[in-house]
């Protein structure tokens, strides 16, 4: 081989080996954070076209007449959705068949026994009708989180039964040897919940059963320079740092959407969007333990986890790669029937994101959280793959 085919082969062999880094050029730069803090998010435009085309919201049935008889009036068996017209709770049936019901049976049998619609005996119907009730909670009681933009089915399920992104206990390959002793769920990266929570790291790959159902501290640092009583181990930071990379992961964004770097703790030099995710965190918790764990003995063997247990809900559930679901546009507006609900008397309403068996959190975090500063230079990446803005290229 001569020189000059040597070139080309080195330069060939460069590119191939470029081309084999998800994040080629050109990247988006998008700045967050004050000038020199670093707070800033890099976007490939390439990579995000595909999380683009996954979070379009579906078609919108048309507006039902509120008016006229209620459901409960003409049906037999309504629970729910009973301050509901007959109009709009048809509407509903038939958004719902939309939703969730597979591609191969997308009609009313999935759910229904088609000789009489008021039998509830088929699983799917029994859930669907808790998951009724989830959907309009987190409607009127979570808007610490999901604002006006809301959620509807479609947020989670898009279109098939079982949403693309939830989770098991993961019995794994970290826990069970007792004779090199625990590896706290570390260095298993090759297992499935490894690779899609913490990025091929080699951090415990389970931060949901710790934290999205338990309620363990996250909070890890402590307050002074000099240690004044805090007994945080590295061990707990490192399950910090996977629930850390999997809230990345599902924002599609990285550690300085939310923190400056500089000092993880504070939450005065934290964006507004950290206050945002410690409301998610609590949202997340709740929903597993009130509404998915308790439906455990209603799923059929063939949808619970390697251990009988339940699917559950964590931040990519919903935000599937993406900052907000569907990039902030809201399917919720155009279904105020999934937005009512009995208000909940009003000292269940404050109890609900302190969170007693969490020292760190309780009644101490709400009030720490709002202060974070405004976000100083640019607002979160504009809808669409391409974000604008304060956008430089490099
Ligand atoms: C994903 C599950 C699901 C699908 C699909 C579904 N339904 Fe329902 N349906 C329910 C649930 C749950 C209730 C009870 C609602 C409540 O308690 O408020 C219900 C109740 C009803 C009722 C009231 C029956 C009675 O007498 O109590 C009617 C009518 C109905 N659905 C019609 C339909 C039609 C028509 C379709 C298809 C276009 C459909 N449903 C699709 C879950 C479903
Ligand atoms: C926060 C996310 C979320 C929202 C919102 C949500 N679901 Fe679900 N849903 C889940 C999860 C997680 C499961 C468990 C998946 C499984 O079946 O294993 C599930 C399961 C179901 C199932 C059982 C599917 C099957 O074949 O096993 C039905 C039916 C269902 N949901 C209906 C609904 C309806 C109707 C709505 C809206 C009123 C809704 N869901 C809203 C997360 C959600
Ligand atoms: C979407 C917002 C968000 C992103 C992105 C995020 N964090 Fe956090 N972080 C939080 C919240 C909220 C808390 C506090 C949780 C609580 O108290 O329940 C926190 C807490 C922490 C803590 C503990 C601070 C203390 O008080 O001890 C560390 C360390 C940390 N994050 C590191 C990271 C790292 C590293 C990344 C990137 C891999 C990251 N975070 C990405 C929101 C975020
Ligand atoms: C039930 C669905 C759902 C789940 C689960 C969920 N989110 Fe969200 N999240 C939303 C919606 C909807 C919004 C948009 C709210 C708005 O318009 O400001 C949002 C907004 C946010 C924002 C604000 C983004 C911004 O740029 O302002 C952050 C940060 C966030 N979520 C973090 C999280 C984290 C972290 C988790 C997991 C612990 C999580 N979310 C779980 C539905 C969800």
């Known amino acids: 081989m001569n020189m000059s085919n040597r070139i080309k082969l080195a330069a060939i062999l460069g590119v191939v080996l470029l081309a084999g880094c998800g994040e080629r050029p050109p990247i988006t730069t998008v700045q967050l954070g004050f000038r020199g803090t670093g707070m800033e998010q890099n976007y490939n435009p390439r990579l995000q076209e595909k999380v683009a085309a996954a979070n379009q919201v579906g078609a919108?049935?048309?507006?039902?007449?509120?008016?006229?008889?209620?459901?409960?009036?003409?049906?037999?068996?309504?629970?729910?959705?009973?301050?509901?017209?007959?109009?709009?709770?048809?509407?509903?049936?038939?958004?719902?068949?939309?939703?969730?019901?597979?591609?191969?049976?997308?009609?009313?049998?999935?759910?229904?026994?088609?000789?009489?619609?008021?039998?509830?005996?088929?699983?799917?119907?029994?859930?669907?009708?808790?998951?009724l009730q989830m959907t309009r909670d987190i409607n009127s009681n979570w808007k610490s989180h999901v604002q006006e933009t809301g959620v509807?089915?479609?947020?989670?399920?898009?279109?098939?039964?079982?949403?693309?992104?939830?989770?098991?206990?993961?019995?794994?390959?970290?826990?069970?040897?007792a004779f090199v002793g625990t590896r706290a769920g570390q260095n298993s990266a090759v297992t499935g919940l490894g690779i899609t929570t913490i990025g091929h790291s080699s951090l415990p790959y389970d931060p949901y059963t710790p934290f999205l159902l338990g309620s363990l501290p996250i909070r890890v640092e402590g307050e002074t320079a000099l240690p004044t009583g805090n007994r945080s181990s590295i061990q707990q930071a490192e399950w910090t740092y996977s629930l850390m990379v999997h809230m990345s992961n599902s924002l599609g964004v990285n550690c300085t959407y939310c923190h400056n770097t500089r000092a993880w703790a504070s939450w005065e030099e934290s964006r507004p969007q950290r206050a945002t995710a410690w409301y998610g965190i609590r949202m997340a918790r709740q929903v597993n333990n009130d509404y998915m764990v308790p439906l455990t003995d209603v799923f059929p063997a063939k949808r619970l986890g390697p251990t009988g247990d339940v699917a559950k809900v964590n931040c990519q559930t919903c935000h599937q790669g993406v900052y907000k679901p569907y990039y902030g546009a809201s399917m919720a507006k155009d279904y105020p029937e999934l937005q009512r609900a009995r208000p909940l008397p009003e000292a269940a309403v404050e109890a609900l994101p302190a969170d007693p068996a969490d020292p760190a959190a309780g009644a101490s975090a709400p009030a720490e959280a709002p202060a974070a500063v405004a976000a100083p230079v640019a607002e979160a990446p504009v809808r669409g793959p391409a974000p604008e803005g304060q956008a430089r290229s490099g």
């Open 60 to 131: 919108v049935q048309p507006a039902a007449d509120p008016s006229g008889p209620l459901a409960k009036d003409i049906y037999q068996n309504v629970e729910v959705l009973s301050d509901l017209s007959v109009g709009e709770f048809v509407r509903v049936m038939t958004s719902m068949t939309e939703w969730v019901a597979p591609a191969e049976q997308k009609d009313c049998t999935y759910c229904h026994n088609i000789e009489d619609m008021a039998d509830g005996s088929k699983y799917t119907y029994k859930v669907a009708r808790r998951m």
């Open 152 to 177: 509807t089915c479609h947020t989670c399920h898009r279109g098939q039964p079982v949403p693309s992104y939830v989770w098991f206990q993961d019995p794994g390959s970290g826990r069970e040897n």
